[in-house]
């Protein structure tokens, strides 16, 4: 059965969504709306003939913190998560407040960024590096899947037919070193960017993770172990070592170009030499 054009629903409750959805399997679910009408440009907007708007879904809404994790509902606006201040992650609220202009944060939903299907937005490489999971749902079950597999580009199809991103879970960690750095580009709809992440236990450096995102994620968890449990400032020894493993890391990559290769690597040495000698 098809729906009529530009048909939307307002579910209330998970229960009506996926009704709505079994009844008219071709209609989308619409969070923010932001990548639906990037570029329009027009007076009249061109919708998908069937929207589920979750609008109304509250438990979407919702933020929880318990003594181990951090619970965020995919239809949190981006500048809330920023507002909070310090429940959230430094590191992604930096990547966050790097994204568009306040105007569409206060549109813009978490889950909306996560799961956008044309392209890979900017905070799946801070919630890759953080160990986020997911909650995916369906009518009849849920289940959650780590970021670093939703965002694998060898996952092609983590999200199943009529399965909705509803939560964000985050680990709560203290990171003692936190780095986002978003490289320049003419091409707004194509960010790239590093994420730099080191923990420390009493001069040793105890966790490290280092994340890149282009058109895909990349991280080198080789070059992390060969940090791991290394006394703080790093020996100019081990420092080369890991700047020499991530060299033949992206030699062999050929997800990414080599002026990107060229960009990364040198702020991967900067990020290095920081925690040097």
């Not at 061109?46 to 589920?52: F, G, H």
């Not at 609220?93 to 392209?119: D, F, K, P």
């Not at 995916?136 to 670093?148: D, I, K, P, Q």
């Not at 002026?259 to 990020?271: R, W």
Request: hydrophobic share 40%; aromatic share 8%.
């Amino acid at each position: 059965m098809d729906a009529p054009n530009n048909h939307i629903f307002f579910p209330t409750s998970f229960h009506e969504l996926f009704s709505s959805w079994n009844r008219f399997p071709n209609a989308v679910p619409y969070a923010g709306g932001t990548n639906i009408i990037c570029k329009q440009g027009k007076n009249i907007l061109t919708l998908p003939p069937a929207i589920l708007c979750l609008d109304k879904i509250s438990e979407l809404h919702r933020i929880a913190r318990t003594e181990h994790y951090l619970e965020i509902g995919s239809m949190v606006k981006l500048n809330k998560l920023i507002w909070l201040g310090k429940i959230v992650p430094e590191i992604l609220c930096i990547c966050l407040e790097n994204i568009a202009g306040i105007q569409l944060r206060n549109i813009a939903t978490i889950g909306g960024n996560i799961c956008c299907s044309t392209r890979l937005l900017d905070s799946p490489a801070p919630l890759t590096a953080l160990d986020a999971q997911y909650e995916l749902r369906s009518a009849s079950s849920s289940r959650w899947v780590a970021a670093s597999r939703f965002h694998d580009a060898e996952e092609h199809n983590v999200l199943v037919n009529q399965e909705l991103l509803t939560r964000i879970r985050l680990p709560i960690h203290q990171w003692d070193y936190s780095v986002y750095k978003k490289f320049y580009s003419e091409d707004t709809i194509k960010s790239r960017a590093l994420v730099f992440l080191a923990k420390t236990q009493k001069n040793i450096l105890s966790d490290i993770r280092v994340v890149y995102k282009g058109d895909t994620i990349l991280r080198n968890k080789n070059g992390e172990g060969i940090l791991a449990g290394k006394l703080l400032p790093l020996s100019r020894k081990t420092a080369g070592e890991f700047i020499e493993n991530w060299k033949d890391f992206l030699a062999n990559s050929n997800e990414i170009d080599e002026f990107s290769k060229f960009e990364l690597l040198n702020s991967i040495i900067i990020n290095i030499n920081n925690l040097s000698e």
